[in-house]
């Protein structure tokens, strides 16, 4: 049985983690009703993703080859 850390800390069984599909770094919410505590893990949203909206905009209308050769170009100037 999980105990409660001094930080407030519960390790979630593995078996929920397994049953909930809960990963390393997801969110989890907790929501209480009538005295009783549900888990839930956070589900992905549209807000998640906003802070990356025009995130490879400076690649647009280029062809994946150049895209490539630039990637090629940065990597052999870190090993000079």
Same mark, same amino acid.
């Given at each position: ?12 069984? =593995?078996?929920?983690?397994?049953? !909930? &599909?809960?990963?390393?770094? &997801? ?15 956070? =589900? ?7 802070? @990356?909206?025009? @995130? !490879?905009?400076? !690649? ?10 630039? !990637?090629?170009?940065?990597?052999? &100037?870190?090993?000079?």
């Amino acid at each position: 049985m999980p105990k409660v850390t001094q930080k407030g800390q519960v390790t979630i069984p =593995q078996q929920i983690r397994i049953m !909930l &599909d809960i990963k390393t770094g &997801d969110q989890v919410n907790f929501e209480v009703d009538a005295g009783t505590v549900y888990l839930r893990k956070k =589900q992905a949203s549209v807000e998640n993703l906003k802070g @990356y909206i025009g @995130y !490879l905009s400076h !690649l647009k209308g280029k062809e994946p080859e150049d895209i490539i050769d630039e !990637l090629r170009d940065t990597a052999d &100037d870190f090993g000079r």
